[in-house]
C-alpha cells in the first residue's frame, strides 16, 4: 500500500520529482566521471612514467641501490636470465648496464648516460622505439652505433650519421674510447631524459666496456603490470637474498606519493562539493516537504500514524533516489567509457604536462564498474539521508498545526 501511494505521490508533484531526480542524477553523474577521470589520469601517470624507460620492476644485486657502483654489479646475468626462464606471470626480462661518458663532438663535450640495452627486448618493455624521431631504433648487430635523445643530439650539435667519440670507464675500471656514428634521436617529451641518455646495443657496449655478462639492472615486463609489485616478490623469492626485486612502487616511491597526495585533495575537493550538494537537497527537500504540511496534517487526522507518515516520505525518497543513482550512473558511465576509449587530449598543453613527468597530454577515464557501482551507492545514501531532517521535522507537526500551517 505504501508503494503505490509513494508512486502516486511522485507523479502526482511531477514538477519536483523531475527537479529532484535532476539534481540527484547530474550530482551522480559528476561524481561517476570525476573518479574515473582521477583514476585514469593516475593510471595515464603510470604508464607515461613507467614506461618510458624505468620499467614496471627492476632487478638488482643486493646494494645496488644503495650504492649504485661496479662493486654491486650483476656479475651473472646470464644466470639471473637462466633462473627466471619461463617465470609464471612474466612476460620479458631484458639486461641493461648504465654506465656515464663523456661524449665529443667537433663542437662540444658533453657528459651524459651510456646505456647497454637489449634492442629487440627494449621494445617490449620501453617506449625508446616508437620515440623515435630521426634515423632508426637500435638492433642487437649494431657495432658503434648509438641511440640519443633530441637534446642531448642538440647540446651536442649532432644528427643522423654524424660522428662523435665517448671516453668512460670500463667495468673493469680500465680507460674505454670510441667513435660512434649516431643512428637515430628519440623524444620522449621528457626534457630531463632526452638531455642525458644515449643507448646502445649490448653485445657491442660489453666489448667496448670489458662488460661480458654483466648487468647493473633487469627489467621485468609483466603479463599483467597490476600484478608488478606481486611478481616482484615472487622473483625476489626465486632469486634468494643475493638479488633485490623492486616494483615501480618502490622505485618511484616519490610517484606513488605525488598521486596519494593528488588523490587526498582530489576527494577533499569532492566531499566539499557534495557536502554543499548534500545541504542543497536537504533545503530542497525541506521546502518540498513543508509544501505538503496541510496534506499530512490531514493524513494525520484520519488515523494514519507518524511511523506511516515517516515510511511513506521516506519510500518516496528511496524510489526518487534509485532513479536518480541509475539515471546518473548510466550518464557517468557512459561518459567514463567514452573517454576510456577517446581520451581527452589536452593539446598544446605539452610544456606543462612535461613538468609533472608526462609525454602523453591524452588522459583516458578509468571504466571500472565495480567503482561506478560505488559511487552510485555513496550518491544513493547521501540523498536519502538527506531527506530524513525535513520527514522528522514535518513529521513532528500535530495534526491540528499541519492543517492550519500555511
Known amino acids: 500500500m505504501f508503494f503505490k501511494i509513494a508512486v502516486r505521490n511522485i507523479f502526482a508533484y511531477a514538477k519536483r520529482s523531475i527537479i529532484t531526480v535532476l539534481l540527484l542524477a547530474c550530482t551522480t553523474a559528476l561524481l561517476v566521471f570525476a573518479s574515473a577521470y582521477m583514476d585514469g589520469s593516475h593510471a595515464r601517470l603510470i604508464q607515461s612514467s613507467v614506461e618510458i624507460y624505468p620499467g614496471y620492476i627492476q632487478i638488482t644485486h643486493h646494494g645496488f641501490r644503495d650504492n649504485p657502483s661496479l662493486e654491486n654489479l650483476i656479475f651473472a646475468a646470464d644466470e639471473v636470465s637462466g633462473r627466471l626462464r619461463d617465470f609464471p606471470g612474466l612476460a620479458v626480462l631484458a639486461a641493461r648496464f648504465e654506465s656515464f661518458v663523456l661524449f665529443s663532438s667537433a663542437d662540444k663535450a658533453v657528459g651524459a648516460m651510456f646505456t647497454a640495452i637489449e634492442p629487440e627486448k627494449e621494445r617490449q618493455i620501453s617506449r625508446l622505439a616508437a620515440s623515435l624521431k630521426e634515423g632508426s631504433y637500435l638492433t642487437s648487430d649494431d657495432d658503434a652505433l648509438v641511440y640519443l635523445g633530441s637534446e642531448l643530439a642538440r647540446r651536442l650539435k649532432v644528427g643522423v650519421g654524424d660522428q662523435l667519440a665517448f671516453v668512460g670507464t670500463a667495468a673493469d675500471y680500465s680507460f674505454a674510447a670510441d667513435n660512434l656514428t649516431v643512428k637515430g634521436i628519440f623524444q620522449t617529451g621528457l626534457f630531463e631524459f632526452d638531455s642525458r641518455a644515449?643507448?646502445?646495443?649490448?653485445?657491442?657496449?660489453?666489448?667496448?666496456?670489458?662488460?661480458?655478462?654483466?648487468?647493473?639492472?633487469?627489467?621485468?615486463?609483466?603479463?599483467?603490470?597490476?600484478?608488478?609489485?606481486?611478481?616482484?616478490?615472487?622473483?625476489?623469492?626465486?632469486?634468494?637474498?643475493?638479488?633485490?626485486?623492486?616494483?615501480?612502487?618502490?622505485?618511484?616511491?616519490?610517484?606513488?606519493?605525488?598521486?596519494?597526495?593528488?588523490?587526498?585533495?582530489?576527494?577533499?575537493?569532492?566531499?566539499?562539493?557534495?557536502?554543499?550538494?548534500?545541504?542543497?537537497?536537504?533545503?530542497?527537500?525541506?521546502?518540498?516537504?513543508?509544501?505538503r504540511v496541510r496534506e499530512i496534517g490531514i493524513l494525520r487526522a484520519v488515523g494514519t500514524g507518524p511511523g506511516q507518515i515517516f515510511a511513506m516520505l521516506l519510500l518516496e525518497s528511496v524510489l526518487l533516489g534509485l532513479v536518480s543513482v541509475l539515471l546518473g550512473g548510466l550518464i557517468g558511465g557512459a561518459l567514463a567509457w567514452y573517454f576510456h576509449l577517446h581520451p581527452i587530449v589536452f593539446t598544446g598543453m605539452e610544456e606543462q604536462f612535461k613538468q609533472y613527468g608526462l609525454a602523453l597530454t591524452d588522459m583516458p577515464t578509468a571504466f571500472a564498474p565495480l567503482v561506478i557501482l560505488r559511487d552510485m551507492a555513496v550518491m544513493f545514501v547521501l540523498s536519502v539521508a538527506a531527506t530524513l531532517y525535513p520527514i522528522c521535522k514535518v513529521n513532528a507537526f500535530k495534526p491540528i498545526e499541519a492543517i492550519h500551517h500555511v
Open 198 to 291: 644515449s643507448f646502445v646495443a649490448k653485445p657491442y657496449f660489453d666489448r667496448m666496456m670489458a662488460a661480458e655478462n654483466y648487468a647493473t639492472h633487469f627489467i621485468a615486463q609483466p603479463e599483467r603490470p597490476a600484478e608488478a609489485a606481486a611478481l616482484a616478490a615472487a622473483i625476489g623469492a626465486r632469486l634468494g637474498p643475493e638479488f633485490d626485486a623492486a616494483s615501480w612502487q618502490q622505485t618511484m616511491a616519490g610517484l606513488v606519493q605525488a598521486m596519494r597526495v593528488d588523490s587526498i585533495f582530489g576527494y577533499i575537493t569532492l566531499a566539499i562539493i557534495f557536502i554543499v550538494i548534500f545541504f542543497v537537497v536537504m533545503i530542497y527537500t525541506l521546502l518540498v516537504v513543508y509544501a
